[in-house]
């Protein structure tokens, strides 16, 4: 029984230290009164907590203004310098890294370009180790104070063992890159799916800030969703919730990169949009069927409106599932033409349906391209920050 005992209370000690933290990292200049206030907890708990956190050099007292004559009130908020983690996010195409601090913020970033012959693991994880070595040694940032590294991709993800079981986009099988990652530059490592942690950056650091329930959507290279309750991710059983690209619309339909046919995003996605265009006019990018279109083709605007009609499926489907509050658009579809969004609203208003509409808000993201460094930065500090006391 004592042994039970001792574990409640440290469960309850740990719980109540992430609780501050957690507020003043949200509030970014709060008093411990405030906090009382908020929490419901005593001033002695607080201010315990408080000093912990200030011994541990995570959190700093400051003085805010005063235009009267009584004394300036202590408030507290992040040493933002305390800890750094590192973001990486890869793909087929690219590999991105950043460095960021304790509040989101990317200090120092690089990429480099992929082609072909580059994305089979050992190659993708060998350029990665060297860009992210080269990014320390740039930022000349102290790197004691980096305490973990966070790798976002495509695929389904075995988080706990740091594992890609399946990425259709790089063609990669139970390949564990954090191991791989770990053995060669010796900091911790996780990796997760690329949506996912896109979604827990928006929530945290984007439009999604005062959702409770966020449901994230990209539209681009792939079609892939993530929903955050509460500031968590919603993983389902094997860490699979979310791939809704690939529910099937069609199983006589156009071959899917997974090996199935009729796949959702094979409605949607680029590749296939510059492939029907081919049949009509030979085109390398999907930026000419926005400029035919835009001519008035008909051929073009076909294309486009059908695309359209899918990316509203998607939303209607992912809300008829998880009655969400908040609806986030993302991706490279998104981010490079953003007019489609106007199409997108216009059409869920027919096809989202009757039940659900108005219950829910449609937001395009805030951070764009910075959330592939900040959400897997994020998952870092979030599982190698030490609030051990």
Not at 105 to 130: G, M, R, T, V, W
Not at 166 to 174: G, I
């Amino acid at each position: 029984m004592k042994k039970i005992k001792k574990r409640d209370q440290e469960y309850i000690k740990q719980n109540n230290l992430k609780m501050i933290l957690d507020i003043i990292k949200d509030k970014r200049s709060i008093s411990r009164a405030e906090m009382v206030k908020m929490t419901n907890m005593s001033p002695t708990s607080v201010s315990r907590i408080v000093g912990s956190l200030i011994d541990l050099g995570l959190v700093k007292e400051t003085e805010a203004s005063s235009s009267g004559v009584g004394r300036k009130a202590i408030l507290l908020d992040l040493d933002l310098e305390s800890v750094m983690t590192i973001g990486v996010y890869i793909n087929k195409h690219i590999i991105n890294v950043g460095i960021v601090n304790f509040g989101g913020e990317i200090l120092y970033q690089d990429k480099i370009k992929l082609n072909s012959k580059d994305i089979y693991p050992e190659a993708i994880i060998s350029k990665a180790c060297s860009i992210i070595k080269q990014t320390i040694k740039d930022s000349k940032i102290d790197c004691s104070k980096i305490i973990g590294i966070g790798v976002s991709l495509p695929g389904i993800i075995d988080s706990k063992k740091g594992t890609v079981i399946f990425s259709a986009s790089l063609s990669w099988e139970n390949v564990n890159i954090a191991k791989a990652i770990e053995n060669k530059l010796n900091i911790k490592t996780i990796v997760d799916n690329d949506v996912k942690l896109e979604a827990l950056a928006e929530s945290l650091y984007g439009v999604g800030k005062n959702s409770g329930k966020t449901a994230l959507v990209n539209f681009g290279r792939g079609v892939g969703s993530a929903l955050i309750i509460d500031g968590e991710i919603f993983r389902g059983v094997t860490n699979i919730a979310g791939e809704i690209g690939h529910i099937t619309i069609d199983p006589n339909g156009i071959l899917c990169e997974c090996g199935r046919r009729g796949c959702l995003q094979t409605f949607i996605v680029e590749d296939n949009l510059i492939e029907e265009a081919n049949k009509v006019k030979e085109i390398v990018d999907i930026k000419e069927i926005f400029e035919a279109s835009h001519n008035g083709e008909n051929w073009a605007v076909s294309i486009l409106e059908r695309a359209v009609t899918y990316m509203c499926i998607t939303i209607n489907n992912i809300v008829c599932m998880y009655n969400p509050d908040t609806i986030v658009l993302s991706g490279s579809l998104i981010e490079a033409y953003p007019e489609i969004l106007k199409a997108v609203e216009e059409k869920c208003k027919t096809l989202i349906w009757s039940p659900l509409r108005g219950t829910f808000k449609i937001l395009y993201s805030k951070l764009k391209s910075e959330s592939d460094i900040i959400g897997p930065a994020t998952l870092a500090l979030d599982t190698f920050l030490s609030l051990d006391i």
